[in-house]
């Protein structure tokens, strides 16, 4: 749910400009923050602490801006 509210927010306050025409987002870019977060292995997901980390991490990895 929060994957869905930070994209829905990027798309529509990150519009793309002749400056910044990389502000081109997509579905595409929702499924590699989950894609990222699938890759952790279970003996390295101690709690729920190190998820939240994660998806922190991954966000911003592809929504860098």
């Given at each position: 749910m929060c994957s869905i509210g930070v994209y829905s927010r990027i798309?529509?306050?990150?519009?793309?400009?002749?400056?910044?025409?990389?502000?081109?987002?997509?579905?595409?870019?929702?499924s590699?923050?989950?894609?990222?977060?699938?890759q952790i292995q279970p003996k390295n997901c101690?709690?729920?602490d190190t998820i939240l980390l994660l998806w922190v991490h991954e966000t911003a990895r592809v929504f860098r801006v």
């Open positions: 798309t529509a306050e990150l519009l793309p400009t002749p400056d910044k025409s990389h502000y081109t987002f997509n579905l595409r870019d929702l590699k923050v989950i894609q990222g977060i699938l101690p709690n729920v």
